[in-house]
T-cell receptor, first 114, second 112 residues
Framework: EAGVTQSPTHLIKTRGQQATLRCSPI?????VYWYQQALGLGLQFLLWYDEGEERNRGNFPPRFSGRQFPNYSSELNVNALELEDSALYLC?????????????FGDGTRLSIL | GESVGLHLPTLSVQEGDNSIINCAYSNSASDYFIWYKQESGKGPQFIID?????DKRQGQRVTVLLNKTVKHLSLQIAATQPGDSAVYFC???????????FGTGTRLQVTL
């Protein structure tokens, strides 16, 4: 069974640009979560999508947004990139909001802002 | 709960010894807890979970203990191996399933 897959592996942008990160959940999982892991810091919750709807949002500015597609894959969009957005962005999936199963993570997208 | 600082606490153990990694969680309403292992360049890997109606759960070479009175969680690794070297995170969740709140992480170094 394929795990959570994320693309691209690495992404280099400059300040002010926009970035799009993609995630495919484990087959059968309907919930997708996004986390930011900045260098030297732990994981910070960004967004949770389930059945195509945004269910919860972390303490991040509105320029962080996303969506979930009918096939349950997801995109994270970051607008007006700032230097401090440089981080590893991790996507996780689980069986949905009623299943209370563990979240399983992909290996992330390393976003570097120059 | 919230991660702070740039320096991870480090636990150094000899190969073959048992390891105990501790975690204090923040939300008394949390009812689901998970331990993850993160190796360099990879995403967190699920190790074991426990629900608040339990105080102990065992897996293969790992045991998780939950003390709700003092909001403390621990991960015990038996016969630690070099492949166990990684950063370990505890995470808490409140049902219905939503965001995970991660601890600061502990780096486990296994010496030969």
């Amino acid at each position: 069974e394929a795990g959570v897959t994320q693309s691209p592996t690495h992404l280099i942008k400059t300040r002010g640009q926009q970035a799009t990160l993609r995630c495919s959940p484990i087959s059968g999982h309907t919930s997708v979560y996004w986390y930011q892991q900045a260098l030297g810091l732990g994981l910070q919750f960004l967004l949770w999508y389930d059945e195509g709807e945004e269910r919860n949002r972390g303490n991040f500015p509105p320029r962080f947004s996303g969506r979930q597609f009918p096939n349950y894959s997801s995109e994270l969009n970051v607008n007006a990139l700032e230097l401090e957005d440089s981080a590893l962005y991790l996507c996780a999936s689980s069986g949905g909001q009623d299943s209370n199963q563990p979240q399983h993570f992909g290996d992330g997208t390393r976003l570097s802002i120059l | 709960g919230e991660s702070v600082g740039l320096h991870l606490p480090t636990l150094s153990v000899q190969e073959g010894d048992n390891s105990i990694i501790n975690c204090a969680y923040s939300n008394s309403a949390s009812d689901y807890f998970i331990w993850y292992k993160q190796e360099s360049g990879k995403g967190p890997q699920f190790i074991i979970d426990i629900r608040s109606n339990m105080d102990k759960r065992q897996g293969q070479r790992v045991t998780v203990l939950l003390n709700k009175t003092v909001k403390h969680l621990s991960l015990q690794i038996a016969a630690t191996q070099p492949g166990d070297s990684a950063v370990y995170f505890c995470a808490e969740n409140t049902t219905p399933a939503s965001k995970l709140t991660f601890g600061t992480g502990t780096r486990l170094q296994v010496t030969l």
